[in-house]
């Protein structure tokens, strides 16, 4: 069984990789291209203790994140939360070209950012999900992260970590930006896989059978991509995630269901697939201040 090994600071990190020890212990930037001669991780996997940003362009060799190997195109951007498991698969001819941004969480810990940082969904993006980026949003990356290693190499001084931190602000909003903009561009793709959602959920709510109510990692494991790229391109397309489109189609089937047989509330509940009643009385109430009963008797 191959071994996993866990890298928690990023003085680890330099020293696993044969680089200088780190200017700033909680952040820093690996120019890729000139690494090579160092040592490069080759069929080991890593589980690393913080945030990791890289751009990779003409990319030989695969890099494996989770159970997906990573297709890398130029300017492709992949984000990694902390401890994920990554691995990277030996090649002779590795040209690697481009950069890794790694901080760790202690950095951001007194910031805004802390919370804010959990709001942004591509963390949590699979590999096959990655940012694509233009020249132009290349570049504007490329500047933010100069001024980033432009602070990493002046001397430390009281206002040096909160500005590091509203770089990194920074960035992440133009990559949430730029996603967004990807989502649209991708046009065709994302409304085929808008359609097949959609599908999916009209056929469980059309079986008459009692089933458990889908929940949105099962929706997106169907539809091949991670929870957090399914309801962050639903939000997208439509302004509602994943959660809301589920909760929209279960009440409109409780509605006909209500208005066209006689089965009890109870019955509702466990036909579309609640375990207990007053959990689809809290859900039906939420969404259309009746209660299911209510509803009944505002239609006879």
Not at 108 to 113: G, H
């Amino acid at each position: 069984m191959q071994n996993i090994k866990k890298i928690n600071t990023i003085k680890e990190l330099h020293s696993f990789m044969s680089l200088p020890s780190p200017l700033n212990p909680l952040i820093t930037i690996i120019d890729h291209s000139s690494t090579i001669s160092n040592k490069q991780p080759k069929n080991e996997k890593l589980i690393l203790d913080f945030y990791n940003i890289s751009i990779k362009r003409s990319f030989k060799g695969k890099l494996k994140y989770g159970k997906n190997h990573y297709d890398f195109d130029e300017g492709t951007m992949s984000f990694i939360a902390p401890n994920q498991i990554i691995s990277v698969d030996s090649e002779e001819d590795r040209n690697n070209d481009g950069w890794s941004l790694l901080f760790h969480p202690d950095l951001i810990r007194q910031y805004p950012l802390d919370k804010a940082i959990k709001n942004y969904g591509f963390f949590s993006y699979t590999v096959n999900e990655a940012l694509h980026l233009s020249d132009e949003e290349e570049n504007t990356v490329e500047v933010i992260v100069q001024n980033i290693q432009k602070e990493i190499n002046s001397r430390l001084d009281n206002f040096s970590q909160a500005v590091i931190v509203a770089n990194l602000e920074l960035l992440l909003s133009y990559c949430n930006r730029f996603y967004s903009r990807q989502f649209i561009t991708r046009k065709m793709a994302t409304n085929d896989l808008l359609t097949n959602f959609e599908n999916i959920l009209d056929k469980h709510f059309t079986n008459d059978s009692s089933l458990p109510l889908p929940t949105v990692e099962k929706l997106a494991n169907v539809l091949n991509v991670s929870p957090s790229y399914l309801s962050d391109m639903l939000r997208n397309l439509t302004g509602q995630n994943t959660q809301q489109h589920i909760h929209n189609k279960l009440i409109e089937k409780a509605k006909e269901i209500l208005t066209t047989t006689n089965l009890t509330v109870s019955e509702i509940a466990y036909l579309l697939g609640f375990e207990y009643p007053q959990s689809f009385s809290k859900l039906f109430k939420s969404k259309t201040n009746l209660t299911p009963i209510g509803y009944r008797h505002s239609y006879n």
